[in-house]
Each structure stands twice: as C-alpha cells, then as structure tokens.
C-alpha cells in the first residue's frame, strides 16, 4: 500500500467509518474485512476503491455540465449537505423524499414554479403582517422539497447519504438510469444494494465521516467546473 492510501485509511480510521452492524446482509460481505467483538468491521481499502470510482463519476458529469442531487434524510446531517450543495451550486433534498420526484419530473417542474412564484409574492417580504406556513401549510411542503433545488433540469446523477432510508428515491433513480452514488451500511437490504450503481461501504451513522465525504464531493466538482466541456445530452430508455 502506497503512502497516500495509508493517510487517507487513516483519516478514514479517526472517523469511524470501518463500523458496520452485527449482522451484515449477504451482498454487503464482499467488502467485509472481518468482525471484532460481534460487530463487523468494514475492509477501507475497498471503501478507498469506490470513493475513488465514486469522484471518478461526479467529476465526469460534472465536467459535462451535468448536475448533481444530494439525497438526505437524517436531520443530523441537514447543514453538513446545504452548506456543501450551496458551495458547489448543485441541489439538494434534506427531508422525506415525495414520491415521483424524478419519474413525474414534469409534473415536478409546474409545482416548483408555483412554489418559485408564490415565494416571489410581495406580501411575503414582510413576514411580520403576514406568514405563508401559518395561512398555506401546502406551502411548507412545498419549501421542504424544493427550497434545495437549484435547476429545472432532472439530476444527471443521485449522492444518497443514507440509502436505507431512500428506497423510492433509489427505484425512480434506477427506472431512469440515473447513475447513485450512496454510502451503503453493512445493514443495506440486498435488493436495494443491487440497484446502487456506484456504491461506497462505510459506516453511514457517522458524521464524521459525512462531513469528509461532502468535503471530498465539494472538492471534486470544484475541479471538474474548470475543465468543463460543453453538456452532452444523454438519451435515457
């Protein structure tokens, strides 16, 4: 093992990110490097391969003038992913993902225009006389969903911090052929594992190891921007 791959396992060791679960799925034991006091613990070296593989994607797509789509459903990590997607220009859902987000995408588009247009309405710049939450609670709904979303074109690629909990979100990905990348637990069901294009085993729980990998993605898209090359439209079956 090179040297550069020793820090960064290092760095991957201090954030916890070998933890997985006590009983690991069948499909997840392939990147297993044993177990330790009943848990099992996570091989890095291969969590370092698919990073890699991982960054190797987004910074394709990215220096295609694609766009990227932040998945998260743990509150814990809400600002880690705003503060990241709003770094690097691209959108982002931090709460329960609607069903038919990608699959009805024209649908989607109309109400995020109403959602735009109501926003832009003079009588909410004054939030003293009068609150959208209190007289629309649609409007909340509304906020949740797409106060992230930077782009009314459908994502070229997913970033889900926490497939197990993003299951629709994977289904309407993989139905698309939208390529997932995911942090993938030692726990994540087999058939869901299956649909994942561009899977990274690790410790999904820890923020630590969140906040490295948002600063890693950051840091990939910076690059790819300034060697963009003009946007290929991919015909998708």
């Keep these: ?4 791959n020793l820090l960064v396992i290092q760095k991957l060791l201090s954030t916890n990110a070998y933890l997985g679960h006590r009983i690991p799925t069948p499909d997840f034991q392939g990147y297993l490097y044993g177990f330790r006091n009943e848990m099992a613990i996570i ?5 370092l391969i698919c990073l890699r593989r991982a960054c190797n994607l987004i910074g394709s797509i990215i220096g295609a003038k694609g766009h990227l789509l932040l998945v998260n459903t743990n509150p814990e990590y809400n600002r880690i992913i705003q503060r990241m997607a709003k770094r690097t220009n691209q959108s982002y859902i931090n709460h329960k993902w ?19 247009d109501f926003s832009a309405h003079p009588n909410l710049k004054d939030a003293s ?3 959208p939450f209190d007289h629309f609670p649609r409007f909340r709904k509304m906020q949740k969903c797409f106060e992230g979303i930077v782009t009314h074109n459908i ?9 197990n ?24 069901p087999n058939r869901l594992h299956k649909l994942i294009t561009y899977p990274v085993p ?4 820890s923020i630590k190891f ?26 998708r079956l």
């Design 98 to 116: 609607i069903g038919g987000f990608l699959t009805n995408w024209k649908h989607m588009r109309r109400v995020q225009k109403h959602f735009q």
């Design 129 to 131: 006389t009068f609150s």
């Design 165 to 188: 909990q993003n299951s629709i979100a994977i289904l309407e990905a993989n139905q698309l052929q939208i390529p997932i990348v995911a942090l993938v637990d030692s726990n994540i």
């Design 1 to 4: 093992m090179c040297n550069s």
């Design 210 to 235: 969140v906040y490295l990998f948002c600063n890693l993605i950051a840091k990939t898209v910076i690059l790819a921007k300034r060697s963009q090359r003009p946007r290929v439209k991919v015909k």
């Design 202 to 205: 690790v410790n999904d729980d």
């Design 43 to 47: 091989d890095l070296e291969k969590t």
């Design 155 to 163: 994502p070229d690629c997913l970033v889900i911090i926490n497939a």
